[in-house]
């Protein structure tokens, strides 16, 4: 009977042991997921607590500031990434997001930072191969105008055709991708883009549907530097009468010094008008 308390005892201790060493393994578990940033493990820890735990109290207490510490992490790794994206190492700044998400779990920063590269990736994947469209069509055009040349000064030239045919064929086919491409720039009013686009659309291609869409591009333009020099003089307007009060206020003070360099601010036109 002796021996068996003894050992009861004994059982008893060790379970106490373990758990005081459960215990002990909770927080030390939370620093070392902070250690390595595993924010979502850390939150995950602390919800997964049980109430009647004796660490349960001290676990909540540090729920701000592992969110704190997550907010850093989200900012910095943002800041990170944008400075990645200066270098055009994309397949850097789209492994750091990956690897961040996993680490911090779901994040609204994150996810939207993510979401907002993949749309300026898409954009420079897109500009690249409008350039590499506008070049081979460049290219196409001069090399086009050469073999045509060839062709005119040696008709019975069966290699010279042949090649010229390849190669009008495919100016046809180019031709037909830029209209397409031309149209989209004429939609978004990038008459920048479009200026590029349509005259190279008209040498390889010329037709009707070619000379529309080079009449569209021309209306888009004067519209557009209508409204700029609309623009510019309700600027200027706004400027001139500031500086006409401002001319005004002076005179009547006496300060002809001053008075004289609201006038010189004037623009010309309104000069015009006063006596």
Not at 208 to 234: G, H, V, Y
Request: hydrophobic letters at 40%; aromatic letters at 6%; proline letters at 3%.
């Amino acid at each position: 009977m002796k021996y068996f308390l003894l050992l009861l005892l004994l059982l008893q201790s060790c379970a106490q042991l373990s758990i005081q060493n459960t215990e002990t393994d909770r927080l030390i578990l939370l620093d070392q997921y902070l250690s390595s940033q595993f924010f979502a493990k850390a939150l995950s820890l602390i919800d997964g607590t049980p109430e009647e735990n004796p660490q349960a109290t001290e676990l909540e207490k540090r729920r701000a500031m592992v969110i704190e510490k997550l907010r850093s992490y989200e900012k910095q790794t943002v800041a990170d990434a944008l400075e990645q994206e200066k270098n055009n190492d994309w397949p850097a700044v789209k492994l750091r997001y990956k690897e961040a998400l996993k680490k911090s779990g779901p994040s609204n920063v994150l996810e939207d930072a993510q979401q907002a590269m993949l749309l300026r990736f898409q954009a420079r994947m897109d500009s690249l191969e409008h350039e590499e469209l506008i070049v081979t069509g460049e290219w196409l055009e001069k090399k086009i105008h050469l073999l045509q040349e060839l062709h005119q000064s040696d008709p019975d030239n069966r290699k010279i055709k042949s090649r010229y045919r390849r190669v009008q064929k495919d100016a046809e086919e180019i031709a037909s991708q830029l209209a397409q491409l031309g149209e989209q720039m004429l939609a978004e009013k990038n008459t920048t883009m479009a200026a590029r686009i349509l005259p190279l659309v008209v040498k390889l291609a010329p037709g009707s549907e070619a000379d529309a869409a080079m009449a569209r591009l021309k209306n888009q333009q004067k519209e557009k530097t209508l409204k700029k020099e609309k623009s510019r003089k309700k600027v200027a307007r706004k400027k001139n009468k500031k500086s006409f009060e401002a001319f005004n206020k002076a005179m009547a003070n006496g300060k002809l010094a001053e008075a004289r360099r609201y006038l010189s601010q004037l623009t010309p036109a309104m000069k015009k008008t006063m006596a």
